[in-house]
């Protein structure tokens, strides 16, 4: 098969907004042939001292089961995933991964979790674009990856 990308990163937050771009980063891994890493980001800056043991426990417990969950999605899909948990500010860190892992694309939902920090900080997808030395995909939540291997547009 083969295709214009070799390792392809594709960031979860386990929201159902990332879930479309989880969805088409495994499509575009079994048409290509390319590599599929999945990360998660565990946003613990910003917490004090007295809450950040607390806090960071949960985040990595959350950002493993997402991951377990994703992987498992891929396996049952015949494609063979890696996952990859950070710690740290999410849009450094996916950069920072797809830098070392030598990634050629980087994979994002056009959403995720972040509420009032999105309005006052901008968005992961946002940050990623402007930052990333690869080409930045961004996939709207409405999208939809049909069996049989056609994409398009679409309410689940």
């Known amino acids: ?3 214009p990308y070799s390792h392809i990163l594709v960031a979860t937050d386990g929201s159902r907004f990332s879930e479309a771009a989880v969805c088409y980063a495994m499509h575009l891994a079994k048409q290509s042939g390319a590599r ?3 990360i998660h980001v565990a946003n613990v800056h910003g917490y004090v001292e007295v809450l ?8 990595r417990e959350e950002g493993m089961r997402v991951l377990e969950e994703v992987r ?9 995933a890696e996952t990859l948990l950070e710690e740290g500010v999410p849009y450094l860190k996916i950069v ?5 892992l030598n990634c050629d694309l980087i994979i994002l939902g056009s959403h995720g979790h972040s ?5 006052l900080l901008g968005s992961v997808a946002e940050r990623v674009i402007g930052i990333s030395p690869v080409p ?4 709207p939540p409405e999208y939809v990856v049909r069996r049989g291997g056609e994409s398009g547009g679409g309410k689940r």
């Not at 950040?52 to 985040?59: E, F, G, N, T, V």
């Open 1 to 3: 098969m083969g295709g």
């Open 36 to 38: 599929l890493t999945i």
């Open 52 to 59: 950040w043991h607390d806090m960071k426990r949960k985040y």
């Open 72 to 80: 498992e999605h891929c396996s049952l899909e015949g494609i063979e």
């Open 96 to 100: 920072e991964a797809a830098k070392r």
């Open 115 to 119: 509420g009032l920090e999105k309005m």
């Open 136 to 139: 930045v995909m961004v996939v």
